[in-house]
């Protein structure tokens, strides 16, 4: 234990005369007054900028993945009262039919409506059609329907 701090006390005595070499070698690398005050300003003024710069493109990649997380959210909540307008009507009990819903991230485009599924006559799939349209009207005003229903006459509904 005494050897250590023995050690370590030598060490620290070598190490004082080189730090007074090495303060020469500082001296000697210090800014030479030629440099006028201006200059130095300049970096602090363009770090300044630099970093400003930085924090609006923060601030902007931000706000657009919020914009984001709320055009999902109005998605899937047209999307939950599209689905529940089609489980409440009786003649569509058992059919497999999926609408999926996309709302873009920029306002004023319209928000894409797409309906897949199979359905045993053409007057189930123009009932299906309607209440999409009337169902999506009641939420939102700008809407596109794509229509991705068959119709297979064969089909048989599920229990």
Same mark, same amino acid.
């Given at each position: 234990?005494?050897?250590?701090?023995?050690?370590?006390?030598?060490?620290?005595?070598?190490?004082?005369?080189?730090? @007074?070499?090495?303060?020469?070698?500082?001296?000697?690398?210090?800014?030479?007054?030629?440099?006028?005050?201006?200059?130095?300003?300049?970096?602090?003024?363009?770090?300044?900028?630099?970093?400003?710069?930085?924090?609006?493109?923060?601030?902007?990649?931000?706000?657009?993945?919020?914009?984001?997380?709320?055009?999902?959210?109005?998605?899937?909540?047209?999307?939950?009262?599209?689905? =529940?307008?089609?489980?409440?009507? %009786?003649?569509?009990?058992?059919?497999?039919?999926?609408?999926?819903?996309?709302?873009?991230?920029?306002? @004023?485009?319209?928000?894409?409506?797409?309906? +897949?599924?199979?359905?045993? %006559?053409?007057?189930?799939?123009?009932?299906?059609?309607?209440?999409?349209?009337?169902?999506?009207?009641?939420?939102?005003?700008?809407?596109?329907?794509? =229509?991705?229903?068959? +119709?297979?006459?064969?089909?048989?509904?599920?229990?």
């Amino acid at each position: 234990m005494n050897s250590t701090r023995t050690r370590t006390f030598s060490s620290v005595l070598m190490a004082v005369p080189s730090w @007074g070499a090495n303060s020469h070698a500082w001296a000697q690398t210090a800014p030479s007054p030629s440099l006028s005050p201006a200059e130095g300003g300049g970096a602090t003024i363009a770090a300044v900028v630099v970093i400003v710069g930085l924090l609006m493109v923060i601030g902007v990649v931000v706000k657009l993945f919020d914009l984001k997380q709320r055009r999902e959210s109005e998605a899937v909540q047209l999307q939950a009262q599209l689905s =529940d307008a089609l489980l409440r009507e %009786t003649t569509l009990a058992g059919l497999p039919l999926t609408p999926t819903v996309h709302v873009p991230v920029w306002k @004023g485009t319209p928000a894409t409506i797409e309906v +897949v599924g199979r359905v045993p %006559t053409p007057e189930l799939k123009d009932t299906v059609l309607r209440i999409m349209r009337d169902e999506a009207a009641r939420i939102r005003s700008d809407v596109q329907i794509e =229509d991705r229903l068959s +119709v297979v006459p064969t089909m048989t509904r599920a229990a």
